[in-house]
Structures are given as C-alpha cells and as structure tokens.
C-alpha cells in the first residue's frame, strides 16, 4: 500500500474513530441529564430543605406607629417605622389590625413577618409617587433600576407575609394596567404607555449596559410588581389574598428557601401572573388558589442576553395541591428561561375553565436558549382547558428568530386527567434541537377536539394512554 494510500486509509479510520467518541459522549450526556424513574423521590429531600422561617414573639402593631385604617389617611411612613422597630429588636410581627390601610411601597427587613389580620386590608396608592425611589428590580426577566414593587426586600433573610388578611393593588384601567398600551386595559390613543420603555430596557439588556444605568421610575412606564423578594433567604408568604396587580403577583428573585402556601390570587390585569419563581431554587407553592390574567404559576430564569449573563436557573421547585382556574397555563415554564430550569415536580392540583388555556406550559425560542429538564406533573385533574393539556412550544413570542436554540428533555407526565380540551398534546419544537424524553403514562385524555400536534421529538413513550378512549401507541422513537 502506498503511503498517500496509507494516510487515507489512517485518516478515515481516525475519523470514524472520532465519530464514534462523539456519539459516545452524546449518549453519555444524555444519560447523565436523564431524570430516572425514581425522580419523585427527589421531592423528599427537597422538601425537607424548605423549612420556614421563625420569629420571636414579639408584636409592633402599625396603630402604634401612626397607622389609621380609614382607607384614605397614607400610612407609608406608619409602616417603615414598625417594620425598622421590628427589625431592630431583633424580630418579630409587624400586626396590622382590622381596618383599610392605605400606603405607598412596603420595603422587609431580616426577621420580620408582616400579619395582616383577617378583617384588614393594605390598599396601595395609585400615586406612583409612593414608589420611588427606583429601586434594584427585575421586569419581565431583564435587571433594572424602576419604581419600587408594592412588597419588596432586597438582601434580607427570614421574612414572612401572614394572616388572613387582603393585599389590594388598586390597579385597574385608570391606574397601572394602561400602561400595557392596549385599549382593553384602559390605554387611549396618545396617551402615554410602557411600550417604548420597554423596547429600551431590552435593549439595553443586549448592548451590555450596566444595570445601575438602565434607570426607568418616574417619566417611565414600566409596571412594577407587587409582591417582590430579591437575593432573599428563608421567605414565607401564607394564607393572604392578592388582588389587582399591575403585572406579576409573587415574584421570588434570586431567592432560597422561599415558601407559598395557602395564598389566594385573583386578578386579571394584563400580565398578571400568579406566581414566578425567578432564578430561585427551593420552593414550595402549596395549597393556593389562581384566578388570573395570565399565567398562574410560571417559572422563570431571566431573558436573553441578562439571563445569559447571571445564569442562574430556577431548581427544585415544588407545587402541590393547588386549584387553578382563569389563566393561560396552569404550570408553566418560561418564556423567560436563559438561564435554564430543571427539577419541577406538580402533584395533586385541579385545573378547571374555559378561561384556562393549557395545564403543562413550556414557551420558548431560539432567543431565549437555555435548558428546560427534569419536569414531573402527576395526579392532576383536569376538567377543561380551551388549548391543550401538554403544550410545549418553541415558536413563542419572536419565534425561530437567534442562535440560542434550547433544549427542552425529560418530562415525564403521570395520572392527568382532562374531560376537554382542543389537543392532549401539542409539541413544537426545530429539527435542529427536538424535545427529548418525553414520557406519559396512565393519562386519559377526553373531549379532545383536534387530537394532537407533534413536531420534531425523539423518545416520546406513551404507556396506558387514552385519548378519546382509543389507546395510543405506546413508543414513538423520534419525528422530525
């Protein structure tokens, strides 16, 4: 053999060599990123991190610092002073009796726990006066200088929100939600909205500007949240009513160790999701209720270019026993995800209305990237979503529109039960990046108007699954 024989001879095996290292790599990965069987055994351990936090048994009543429950006197600074009293000696509740309470923004501090008495509500200004200062916030996944969220603690640990009582935002069609610029919401042509702020706030995201210059407030038209922890450790927000935000309710950011539970949220503003969990890892949403205008529980990680920036995911989060009604998903990842989600387990919820457009969301595109894994959703009755009970979409908002493309793997869907929707399952995603691993079994789907969409996957098994009453086949290898 020649020797230029020789070397095409060496060089293709070496080639093939290399072809199969990579295959082998690829196999690896996966196998390694593959959520087992047993996942839901992980819940256990999860759960035995996300311990409330305690406070001593001392009271500070906001009477006692000035505050009047008339509904009209301002009780801002009647607020700061209990909370900073509370704070100061070492922690304790910050009670806030029967009454209307009228205030500005409510800033935390470490070791207080804000109890709202069943008969008392907090009624925020409509005067976006009462937020400023801007504060360090988080709009719609991107980091910025902008008004103050209702609720907010920046950097603060063991903080609670209790009782039985009411949070009213006081937002409405005259007040915050206008400046979604949509007429249904208030806004009038000419009139000034939040679209052009926003724009800039994106775009500022991928030029790379400081976050300390992208300052918005007062002349701007970004909505805050309303209730908002940031870079905060041991939370706990139980048994309180939420109602008219002017976007997202409860927003964990960046946060550890945060608790939900028992929490009432109704409200159809625009954008007004019921609860996101943000960059947060080890949280527990339980037993609570969702009536809203748009998501009622979705898990986020930053957007584009910022998320990319912190990376830092949304893990192990825990939803058990919830009810959700009006929305456009019950549990729902994204669109928000750059940097990445993993390890959701939904258990025990019941989801039911016209109004309710999907139960399992996952939104993205090939602007967000990021990785979308280990998802777990069992024993969930479903009585009637108006899209589809398993919608995992790649083509959200921009659509098929950068070079992020994400990767969406392993979910695994067990004992769902839906009476109607227009599809069980509707799966979009590019031939370049296909949804992987997508298990269900023991599900039945009835009253399905359109059967299925199912676009680019690979390992998609079905076992004990009915749709319409007919039997599906149990494994599908791959569809591109």
Not at 275 to 286: A, T, W
Not at 305 to 325: F, H, T, W, Y
Not at 327 to 342: D, F, T
Request: glycine fraction near 8%; charged fraction near 20%; aromatic fraction near 8%.
């Amino acid at each position: 053999m020649s020797g230029h024989s020789n070397k095409h001879f060496h060089g293709n095996t070496l080639a093939i060599i290399l072809a199969l290292l990579l295959l082998l790599f690829q196999s690896l990965t996966i196998a390694l990123h593959a959520a087992p069987q047993t996942g839901w055994a992980q819940v256990e351990k999860i759960l035995s991190q996300i311990v409330s936090p305690k406070f001593p048994a001392r009271d500070f009543n906001v009477a006692t610092y000035g505050a009047i429950g008339d509904g009209k006197t301002d009780c801002t600074e009647a607020f700061r002073k209990a909370i900073a009293a509370c704070h100061d000696a070492g922690g304790g509740r910050v009670v806030v009796p029967a009454g209307t309470y009228s205030t500005g923004a409510i800033h935390l501090k470490s070791n207080v726990n804000l109890r709202v008495a069943k008969n008392a509500t907090i009624l925020f200004s409509q005067d976006t006066r009462k937020y400023l200062p801007v504060v360090f916030t988080r709009f719609e996944g991107v980091e910025c200088m902008n008004y103050s969220p209702f609720i907010y603690a920046y950097e603060q640990e063991n903080i609670a929100i209790t009782g039985s009582g009411t949070f009213d935002g006081n937002a409405g069609v005259e007040a915050w939600w206008l400046w979604k610029g949509k007429k249904e919401y208030g806004w009038k042509e000419g009139a000034p909205n939040g679209e052009a702020d926003v724009a800039k706030l994106f775009q500022m995201a991928e030029d790379g500007v400081p976050v300390a210059q992208r300052i918005f407030g007062e002349g701007h038209f970004i909505r805050p949240n309303f209730i908002q922890p940031y870079k905060c450790k041991n939370v706990l927000i139980d048994s309180v009513t939420l109602k008219r935000s002017p976007m997202w309710e409860i927003h964990p950011v960046l946060c550890e160790n945060v608790t939900v539970s028992n929490v009432t949220v109704i409200t159809h503003g625009p954008n007004n999701d019921g609860c996101n969990p943000e960059s947060s890892k080890n949280v527990l949403i339980k037993n609570c209720y969702f009536d809203t205008g748009d998501d009622c529980i979705a898990i986020k990680s930053g957007r584009n270019a910022d998320g990319r920036r912190l990376n830092v995911p949304s893990e192990n989060i825990v939803i058990q026993g919830c009810r959700m009604k009006d929305g456009h998903g019950g549990v729902v990842i994204g669109s928000e995800a750059s940097g990445s989600v993993r390890n959701v387990f939904a258990e025990d919820c019941v989801m039911d209305s016209p109004n309710l457009e999907r139960a399992l969301r996952i939104k993205t595109n090939s602007r967000r990237g990021g990785v979308i894994e280990n998802i777990f959703m069992r024993n969930v009755t479903v009585g009637e979503v108006s899209d589809a009970v398993i919608w995992v979409d790649f083509f959200y908002g921009e659509g098929d529109s950068g070079p992020h493309a994400p990767l969406v793997r392993n979910i695994y869907v067990s004992n769902v039960t839906s009476k109607k929707s227009n599809y069980a399952l509707f799966l979009k995603a590019y031939e370049r990046a296909p949804i992987s691993n997508l298990k269900i079994e023991n599900c039945r789907f009835d009253g399905v108007a359109r059967g299925n969409v199912l676009n680019h996957y690979r390992e998609l098994k079905m076992k004990d699954v009915y749709i319409n009453g007919e039997l599906q086949k149990q494994d599908s290898e791959a569809r591109r």
